[in-house]
């Protein structure tokens, strides 16, 4: 590549960095693409062609997000090869809950200074996010923002496009009474409620580098788990199972999210005591003085995704769950009440 300007560097620009990147990026991309891909990096765009057979009306489901400021325990601890697996998950985590399958991923990596080596551990998380949804990362862009940023930081951001016949949507309307409600285990905070965690790691003035005997590794590690991707066996499960409602257990936790799958007039009764809740949560209301409602209306208290299904169907959903990887188990059931959603200190 013959392009160099040396005024853009003065400037804190270095091209040549973007394009040791791309070169340092292609190994890890190559593993992402799949039978649909029909363009290669370099392009002005990424070309995805879907194979439409079997399809009787294909609607396309789009999703776009961010890592949040998950972001700035990566820069304290310096480690950036699973962030992206982050932001893959925040993306085709909400498409499944359409019940589509994501065909591609593109990322938006801006920051202050390129640094190439960093720049390939941020992308290749990017591709293992990729890979575990079985999406291609067909393109996306690097931009070098001096002044904008500082050197050692950077924000990632993605989008995401999936496929789902429109017969087959879910979208909660065909939720009913008596439905249960089945949880799939999170792997942490997963990318969200990362600004109410620092505020209580700045305020206690923890050290993230401490090494912790209630959580089995160091603060930062167990903060930095990356976001579990529940693609794959939501797929699977939609094979054999009607699923009435899926919900992605994001920021605003349970009072936000579950009731965005469940039909007006109806509630979802969570049963408390069901719920397997990671330490890590034990250990930041602790620490943090965090009222229990706050919590639950913050974090995804150990529930990752949240499905609904025929009480029938649950035993059979559950089996095909936890033979795809999954910690699935029943956390509750659909009812009527005006409340959307009741946490329940009852057994099930």
């Known amino acids: 590549m013959n392009s160099f300007s040396e005024t853009y560097k003065s400037a804190g620009v270095d091209i040549t960095a973007g394009y040791k990147s791309v070169e340092l990026m292609k190994k890890h991309i190559g593993k992402t693409l799949t039978k649909g891909v029909i363009s290669g990096i370099g392009g002005f765009g990424g070309l995805f062609e879907p194979d439409l057979e079997g399809f009787k009306r294909p609607v396309f489901v789009s999703g776009t997000d961010g890592v949040g400021t998950k972001l700035k325990l990566a820069f304290m601890l310096d480690k950036h090869d699973t962030i992206g697996i982050d932001c893959v998950a925040m993306c085709v985590n909400d498409i499944i809950c ?8 593109l990322d938006y990596l801006a920051m202050g200074k390129n640094v190439p080596e960093r720049t390939e551990m941020i992308v290749g998380g990017v591709a293992d996010g990729c890979v575990q949804a079985g999406a291609a990362l067909i393109g996306g862009e690097t931009a070098e923002m001096p002044g904008f940023y500082p050197e050692n930081e ?12 429109r017969e087959k949507i879910i979208d909660g309307s065909n939720a009913k009474e008596g439905d249960a409600i089945i949880a799939l285990a999170s792997s942490g905070p997963h990318s969200n409620g990362f600004s109410l ?23 930062g590690e167990s903060l930095l ?11 699977k ?15 605003g936790g349970f009072y936000e999210n579950i009731p965005r799958s469940v039909p007006a007039g109806l509630s979802a009764k969570i049963y408390e005591k069901n719920i397997k809740t990671p330490p890590v949560f034990a250990f930041l209301q602790k620490l943090g003085n ?27 959903a559950i089996e095909i769950l936890r033979q795809n990887g999954e910690d699935a188990y029943v956390i509750g059931e659909i009812a009527n009440g005006e409340n959307p959603l009741e946490l329940c200190r009852a057994d099930y």
Do not use: H, Q
Request: net charge negative; proline share 3%; glycine share 10%.
């Open 237 to 251: 499960l939609l094979e054999t199972v009607a699923v009435n409602g899926i919900s992605n257990i994001t920021g």
């Open 290 to 316: 965090i009222p229990k409602r706050d919590m639950f209306n913050t974090f995804n208290m150990g529930v990752g995704m949240s499905l609904t299904v025929r009480r029938d169907d649950a035993g059979k």
């Open 98 to 105: 359409c019940g589509a399958r994501p065909l591609f991923f």
């Open 154 to 165: 950077y924000d990632l951001a993605g989008f995401s496009v999936g496929i789902v016949d």
């Open 197 to 219: 965690i620092r505020k209580i790691l700045n305020d206690t003035d923890t050290d993230i580098t401490e090494y912790s005997g209630e959580l089995g590794c160091t603060i």
């Open 225 to 235: 788990t990356p976001t579990k991707i529940y693609v794959k066996s939501v797929l």
